[in-house]
């Protein structure tokens, strides 16, 4: 067998092996590690298999890598799918890397290319980095490998139509280009750059006007905030660019299978540590529990607490929710932390992640309109305009509870254009006008009968008022009893916790006195001075911060 065939299959083994090592690695990385960030993208897009949704991507610079992302992104719906498609996704990006710099660095190609896989793994570390980012990476060095040596004239004609297609990344294609055919030959790269820049400009202020010249010149579609830094966006393809022009450079005669494999595991090791700091874990554990709240792992919540505190009042309400669907909020509330009085509740925030705990919390409390309202507020949030398959099927869930048919059609013949959410909105809509299937519905059915019947103003500053109302409304609601208990030692109102005992013992289904209501006691009957008392230590803490909405009163607790 001649040496070159030899050597070309060392090569392609090896290229193989790295590749089946990644996929297998990214699979688990997601699967295992990060399946509540899959969980949070998909939450935040409503993809639709509709011609319109097609056109609406198509309108702007890199619509077509939006269009592709956002396909793909869908898949997230179902966990290992989506762990299936980012495989897919870093196996391509990691293999049209490979090809561009096979030509100078022969076998250690495929080892070199993991640096740029290692970045942009770490980039994605930031939740706002959407899926068209690599996709338009992976189409822009895709092309620049087909032209090959083409003539530079050819770049006249695909330079506007991939910037229109995948956006800014066209820049990593003008490189790539230059590299191929020479620095002299393709113009010193000034002229490519500079047409490029043209086109940017000319598309910027006679079509772009609304968005802003960092959108128009880094990207509107790789990122969820418009506002957001993007020239963290420049990393990669600057790599990659570095990494094919340096290479140019170097002159490899042979490779070593053995050679290669010691600097891709070198490269592999270093890159888990960058990773391993890329990914904020305060931040990951908060999108774990609304992650665990999504799919109603109450257990898994608390236990998650347990072993990790974020001290937010994000973390507070989905660990009281979590402890409130398991009947053992009045036992151990105070055992994990409470940010201060909003730790049940919290007030409409103004962006799209803060108030997904109330939300929840308002449906199965039986506040049903209040959920409704915090979901479509949560989905206007969204900053790229998008819709939310969850949050639409939230939506659905309070207008036909609240028998407002005609609303809830609106909403489901959107879910029906799409693939994952289309079953349970077909199911939905058999449900639309039956009285007698909605009232037999585990849950629909439950919360009609919780749900206040007549309409009166919400006031949040007496959220505790309305628990209490909620309560008297269907004592049977032991969640809204608990939840007004809980929100009365928030605030500290102690005599009003003390009246509502009576309540406690009567309705709540308890043995015998839960055990946060005693710790509560002994702190009110001690002055605040109780040792190793979970209710003291927050009061004394929440004191200390002088919270104008607490109501303790200096000879009650100090």
């Not at 959410?421 to 199911?427: F, G, I, P, T």
């Amino acid at each position: 067998m001649p040496n070159k065939l030899k050597e070309l299959l060392k090569n392609r083994a090896v290229d193989i092996s790295i590749s089946f090592v990644l996929g297998i690695g990214v699979f688990f990385f997601w699967l295992e590690g990060f399946p509540q960030a899959m969980s949070y993208q998909e939450q935040y897009q409503l993809f639709l298999w509709t011609g319109d949704y097609f056109a609406e991507s198509m309108r702007l610079p890199g619509g077509l890598a939006r269009y592709v992302g956002e396909f793909l992104t869908q898949f997230y719906y179902v966990e290992w799918l989506g762990a299936l498609v980012l495989a897919f996704v870093f196996v391509a990006f990691h293999a049209v890397a490979s090809l561009c710099l096979r030509q100078a660095l022969k076998g250690y190609a495929a080892s070199v290319a993991l640096i740029p896989v290692v970045l942009l793994l770490m980039m994605m570390g930031d939740e706002c980095v959407l899926l068209s980012y690599p996709v338009a990476l992976i189409v822009a060095m895709a092309v620049a490998l087909i032209l090959g040596k083409a003539n530079r004239l050819v770049d006249l004609a695909v330079v506007p139509l991939l910037f229109w297609l995948v956006g800014p990344a066209v820049w990593l294609y003008v490189a790539l280009r230059g590299a191929v055919l020479g620095v002299k030959k393709y113009g010193w790269l000034a002229l490519p750059a500079l047409y490029l820049f043209l086109i940017q400009e000319l598309s910027y202020h006679f079509l772009l006007q609304q968005w802003s010249l960092a959108e128009a010149l880094l990207g509107m579609n790789y990122m969820r905030f418009p506002e957001y830094d993007r020239w963290q966006i420049v990393y990669v393809p600057a790599a990659i660019a570095a990494l094919v022009w340096v290479s140019k450079a170097i002159v490899v005669k042979e490779t070593k299978m053995v050679m290669s494999l010691v600097l891709c595991c070198a490269i592999c090791v270093g890159g888990w540590f960058a990773i391993s700091n890329a990914y904020d874990k305060g931040k990951y554990e908060l999108i774990k529990q609304d992650y665990l709240i999504r799919n109603e792992r109450w257990n898994d919540i608390v236990a998650n607490a347990e072993r990790y505190t974020v001290p937010v009042n994000f973390w507070s309400e989905s660990v009281n929710l979590a402890l409130a669907m398991n009947h053992d909020l009045a036992n151990r509330q105070f055992s994990f932390f409470q940010s201060g009085v909003d730790a049940l509740l919290m007030p409409m925030m103004r962006d799209l992640t803060s108030n997904l705990p109330t939300m929840e919390a308002f449906f199965r409390l039986g506040l049903v309109n209040e959920s409704m309202r915090y979901a479509f507020d949560l989905q206007e949030s969204i900053p790229n305009g998008k819709k939310s398959g969850r949050l639409t099927k939230r939506i659905v869930e309070c207008c036909i509870i609240n028998g407002k048919y005609d609303v809830a059609r609106k909403h489901i013949n959107l879910l029906k254009k799409s693939l994952f959410y289309s079953e349970w909105a077909k199911d939905a809509e058999s449900y639309l006008g039956n009285e007698a299937w909605i009232n037999a519905h585990p849950q629909w059915g439950k919360l009609r009968q919780l749900r206040y019947k007549d309409d009166f103003l919400f006031y949040y500053g007496e959220k505790d008022k309305i628990l209490g109302n909620l309560f008297i409304n269907n004592t049977d609601n032991k969640m809204a009893l608990e939840y007004f208990m809980g929100e009365l030692l928030l605030r500290g109102d102690i005599q009003m916790f003390q009246q509502g005992l009576g309540w406690a013992q009567q309705y709540g289904g308890y043995a015998s006195m839960p055990a946060g209501y005693q710790d509560a006691m002994r702190c009110i009957q001690a002055g605040g001075e109780v040792f190793d008392n979970r209710y003291s230590d927050y009061a004394k803490r929440m004191k200390h911060m002088m919270d104008p909405r607490m109501n303790i009163e200096e000879e009650s607790v100090h």
